[in-house]
């Protein structure tokens, strides 16, 4: 893995963040109930997928393999489950809650790539992902609103986890399928989470407007074909720990969205929030390559199995 590819996969993780930041926004503005958009997201999604990677000669013989295939269904299967996980333990726990928990998933797939590809984690790893976490807990306080719900708390929390174990697994798995490119990898993954959502889609109450259609097409091509390129192609590039700090930028671009798409004031708590985790991202992938420029400390190559 050269530094090229790296920092490479840098800007495709916090691209795709930020892309994840809009989510909220299109579901709400919508106007469509959540497990419909979801399904609307991955159909659209998959005919997005399926015409790039027509476009790129990826639907030929050889360019995945049966067992590679196999992986990336499962993670697909996974992926889906997370999502109806997650969305469900919203009207149990508390939303506060049921983020915070979620946002455990950077320490879950720490641990998981320490024990699976035997990472080495250092105290100073934990320590950014403790301070993107802290950051994370007050831009979810600081949010007006943030704690509603809460009618199976427990049950709500259990979910959330679920949810967040989920996730980091499913990056896992993508990291197992290097050398297969992300079109391909995302088309087999959303294509599976259509087909688990089919049953459950509202057909005789489809969306009513043309702009509830245009916000979950931009959601079915940007924020599930396209952004799902860019992180499957930076989870083949980067490290477990450099993946984890990164997803903490997701919050951060969920209450600017939040500020410029529906005017919710930001509150002082979330600024401290957005500046730890801001802080903690910048401190695991910028700092590390400035202090080996300087002759300081030798950064860690980055991940190349």
């Known amino acids: 893995m050269t530094n090229t590819q790296y920092w490479r996969g840098i800007v495709e993780m916090i691209a795709a963040q930020l892309i994840f ?12 109930p959540v497990l419909d958009v979801i399904f609307w997201r991955c159909l659209l999604g998959a005919i997005t997928l399926l015409v790039a990677c027509w476009a790129l000669g990826l639907l030929r013989r050889g360019a995945i393999s049966l067992r590679q295939a196999g992986i990336a269904a499962l993670a697909g299967v996974v992926l889906t489950t997370g999502w109806l996980l997650l969305f469900g333990s919203l009207s149990r726990a508390s939303i506060s809650i049921a983020t915070a928990v979620y ?24 320590a950014w992902l403790v301070i993107a976490f802290v950051g ?28 967040a174990f989920c996730y980091a697994l499913v990056a896992i798995l993508t990291m197992k ?6 079109h391909l990898i995302a088309l087999i993954q959303i294509t599976i989470g259509a087909v688990v959502l089919l049953p459950f889609a509202n057909f005789a109450n489809p969306p009513a407007s043309a702009h509830a259609w245009t916000l979950i097409a931009i959601f079915g091509v940007v924020g599930t074909g396209v952004v799902y390129v860019l ?21 951060v671009a969920a209450i600017v969205v939040d500020y410029i798409a529906l005017n919710h004031r930001l509150q002082p708590l979330q600024l401290v929030g957005t500046a730890a985790i801001l802080l903690a991202a910048s401190g695991m992938t910028v700092v590390p390559h400035i202090l080996k420029g300087l002759g300081k400390e030798p950064a860690e190559e980055p991940a190349s199995s």
């Open 177 to 182: 399928l290097k050398g297969v490119r992300p």
């Open 231 to 251: 992180l499957y192609s930076a989870y083949q590039k980067l490290q477990t720990h450099v993946i984890g700090a990164l997803s903490f930028i997701y919050p």
């Open 21 to 32: 930041g809009t989510a909220g926004w299109l579901v709400v503005a919508s106007g469509v």
């Open 103 to 126: 946002h455990t998933q950077p320490f879950i797939l720490v641990g998981l790539g320490a024990l699976l590809f035997k990472e080495k984690v250092t105290f100073g790893h934990m």
């Open 136 to 163: 994370m807990i007050l831009i979810v306080q600081g949010k007006p609103g943030g704690d509603k719900g809460g009618s199976d708390y427990l049950t709500g929390v259990l979910m959330s986890f679920g949810a």
